[in-house]
T-cell receptor, first 113, second 112 residues
Framework: KAGVTQTPRYLIKTRGQQVTLSCSPI?????VSWYQQTPGQGLQFLFE???????NKGNFPGRFSGRQFSNSRSEMNVSTLELGDSALYLC????????????FGPGTRLTVT | AQSVTQLDSQVPVFEEAPVELRCNYS??????LFWYVQYPNQGLQLLLK??????LVESINGFEAEFNKSQTSFHLRKPSVHISDTAEYFC??????????FGSGTKLNVKP
């Protein structure tokens, strides 16, 4: 099986712009979670989607949003980018409603200038 | 609420020496425990997991971790490290409602 894929791998944006990141989970996995990783804050949970519904949400402002499609692919969007949004954004997929483990993609490195 | 504490942010060690990366968690309910490894510019890879059963779990590349319920710990150990083990290691807890919590990471630096 192919692993979790994320596109693009690298992205450079300027302040005030918006960005959309994409994640394709492992085939058959129905849950997708998003994390932000920075040197200062570590791994922070953004949100989780299961069967097109947001099931869990972390403590991030409303500028961060996401969605999941019927094929389980997921996108996250960040509007009005700030310098502090520069980070590695990781997507993880898991199987079923009660996931015992997550499998991570390689991440999208977002740089905001 | 659950939390995960990795006591050491960096662990330097010489090649072929033993190593222990410490992880403690706080939880009032049963949890599942994981160790992930992250190499530079890559995502996290699952190293090993404790779901139930034997409290000692092993990975295919020589790492092992022991679940200690009374001490709420899940320390990662390897009897002899290699240069290729240099990476950042994350301890994680899965709590009810499919919520995952990660520690702040431990950078393992294996020196020749």
């Amino acid at each position: 099986k192919a692993g979790v894929t994320q596109t693009p791998r690298y992205l450079i944006k300027t302040r005030g712009q918006q960005v959309t990141l994409s994640c394709s989970p492992i085939s058959g996995h129905r849950s997708v979670s998003w994390y932000q990783q920075t040197p200062g804050q570590g791994l922070q949970f953004l949100f989780e989607y299961f069967s097109e519904t947001q099931r869990n949400k972390g403590n991030f402002p409303g500028r961060f949003s996401g969605r999941q499609f019927s094929n389980s692919r997921s996108e996250m969007n960040v509007s009005t980018l700030e310098l502090g949004d520069s980070a590695l954004y990781l997507c993880a997929s898991s199987q079923g409603a009660e996931a015992y483990e997550q499998y991570f993609g390689p991440g999208t490195r977002l740089t905001v200038t | 609420a659950q939390s995960v504490t990795q006591l050491d942010s960096q662990v330097p060690v010489f090649e072929e020496a033993p190593v222990e990366l410490r992880c403690n968690y706080s939880s009032s309910v049963s949890v599942y425990l994981f160790w992930y490894v992250q190499y530079p510019n890559q995502g996290l890879q699952l190293l090993l997991k404790y779901l139930s059963g034997s409290t000692l779990v092993e990975s295919i590349n020589g790492f092992e971790a022991e679940f200690n319920k009374s001490q709420t710990s899940f320390h990662l150990r390897k009897p002899s490290v290699h240069i290729s083990d240099t990476a950042e290691y994350f301890c994680a807890v899965r709590a009810p409602q499919n919520k995952f919590y990660f520690g702040s990471g431990t950078k393992l630096n294996v020196k020749p």
